[in-house]
């Protein structure tokens, strides 16, 4: 079993953010760096404000798009391994440990 | 497109969502119109206002419009995020020398009055603390690499008469506000910040809580700023004055004490009659019961120092004289003002070597003003 199957992904806790229209601007108090989020990743950014599985994740953006899950499984996971890259999320060990 | 009607759309988009007001009519913007209109937007700070315009239908830009205004959005909301950013750490230091503070306007009004903090935009940070802690915060900031804009005239001038101070990082160009009070002159003397003090809330922001006024204490912060700040006033303080008193768990009792016993009742009716007529938008009902009582003639002569050409002729420090009480403050203020040290001279005039001479020619102006005026005024009695 993959140690993804059991992690727990939510935002990192000094995230700062801001909607400009339909994109989003993210950024750390510890990391001036700016990124701007649009579309899909809006929205997995949004559900990440509570912590939750990958595959809990998967189910939601789906059934908020009205997909089976298998359809968005690999853009879900390549968005949040994009934001964990980009400091913004984080595993709930992470924060925990944080 | 004329003047009139670009200041009508402007009004519009700062009172978009307000509760009791309709959707304006439809309106496009003709591009001869479009920078000076883009302009003024940004200058307003109400980018926010105007892209949730574009989104409910009734603003209707071109695309190339929409991208110069999402653009200029963007910057405004990246700016934001700076401050906040500052906050954060700046919050933390204030914490950990065990200095009490409160965040005004800004990101607190942000994040807790506006139902998103992409709808208020804000240029700088203002923190009011204790007057007896004012010096250890200036020295804090200090010290922490930020240089304040302009010394006191005199030592010990901000505890005793002043409002705030401004202090920069050279690395960050962001005006940290540290105030004392809420506003300069005598409505700043009459109040009582302390109590202020005494009446937190807070907002989340990065994975904490901030303390600020409690939303009493921010409709009281808000309308002062927007009566006796900017003449004339500009358009978020007007829109702030309404979106706290209808979106705010506002104790009206609590803010009519206030008024009552800090002199502030004129100030509060100033500022809800501006944003009613500037916005059009009604008075919040509940807000109604302070607007009733007339206002004292002490008050309506101290309004009139921050209005027009008083304002810039000395209008709010003779008002300020006149608050003070007793006569050895009385003197310590005025000798202050006509004479303060060099630096603070220098710092005033822009370039070093700045005589007294003008500074005194300045100050027998706004006395020979003031002498005329007070004349005239006492013969047409």
Redesign the interface.
């Known amino acids: 079993v993959s140690p993804r199957t059991f992690a727990r992904y939510v ?1 990192a ?9 339909t994109t989003l ?1 993210v ?3 510890a990391d ?1 760096a ?1 990124h ?1 989020l649009s579309g899909g990743a809006c929205a997995v950014w949004g559900e990440l404000s509570v912590s939750q599985t990958l595959s809990a994740l998967i189910d939601r953006i789906a059934g908020t798009h009205g997909v089976e899950p298998r359809e968005v499984n690999d853009q879900v996971r390549e968005c949040v391994d994009a934001l964990l890259a980009l400091g913004v999320v984080r595993t709930e060990d992470d924060h925990l440990d944080g | 497109m004329d003047e009139t009607r670009h200041d009508a759309l402007l009004r519009s988009i700062s009172a978009r969502g307000l509760p009791g007001l309709a959707e304006p009519d439809p309106i496009a913007v003709p591009d001869a119109g479009w920078v000076l209109i883009l302009g003024r937007v940004r200058a307003q700070r109400i980018t926010g206002a105007a892209m949730e315009s574009v989104a409910e239908g009734w603003l209707q830009l071109t695309d190339e419009q929409t991208e110069q205004l999402l653009s200029a959005h963007r910057r405004a909301m990246t700016w934001c995020l700076s401050v906040e950013r500052k906050l954060v750490v700046l919050s933390e230091a204030f914490q950990d020398a065990g200095i009490p503070h409160a965040v005004l306007k800004g990101p607190s009004i942000a994040h807790s009055a506006y139902p998103e903090p992409c709808l208020r935009s804000f240029a700088d940070l203002d923190l009011l603390v204790p007057t007896c802690e004012y010096e250890r915060a200036c020295a804090l900031l200090d010290g922490t690499g930020h240089r304040r804009r302009l010394p006191e005239p005199r030592p010990r001038f901000d505890v005793r008469f002043g409002k705030a101070s401004v202090h920069t990082h050279p690395d960050d160009g962001i005006e940290v506000d540290l105030h004392r009070t809420l506003v300069l002159g005598p409505f700043g003397l009459w109040l009582d910040p302390e109590e202020l003090l005494d009446h937190l809330g807070s907002f989340w922001l990065g994975g904490r809580s901030f303390p600020r006024l409690d939303d009493t204490g921010m409709l009281l912060n808000v309308a002062l700023h927007a009566a006796l700040g900017w003449s004339p006033p500009r358009l978020v303080p007007l829109r702030d004055v309404l979106q706290v008193s209808s979106a705010g768990d506002v104790e009206w009792d609590r803010l009519a004490r206030w008024a009552r016993d800090w002199r502030l009742a004129g100030a509060l009716k100033l500022a809800f009659m501006t944003a009613s007529d500037a916005l059009a938008a009604p008075v919040p009902a509940a807000a109604r019961g302070i607007l009733v009582d007339g206002t004292p003639r002490r008050e309506t002569r101290a309004l009139r120092a921050y209005k027009g050409e008083r304002r810039s002729h000395g209008g709010i420090s003779i008002a300020t004289l006149s608050a003070i009480s007793g006569i050895r403050p009385k003197a310590a203020y005025v000798s202050a003002l006509v004479a303060p040290h060099r630096q603070f001279v220098a710092a005033r005039g822009g370039v070093e070597g700045t005589s007294y001479v003008r500074r005194w020619s300045v100050l027998a102006r706004w006395a020979t003003r003031w002498i005329s005026g007070h004349g005239r005024r006492t013969r047409g009695r």
């Open positions: 935002w806790p000094d995230v700062l953010t801001r909607r400009t229209g601007l950024t750390r108090v001036p700016l701007e």
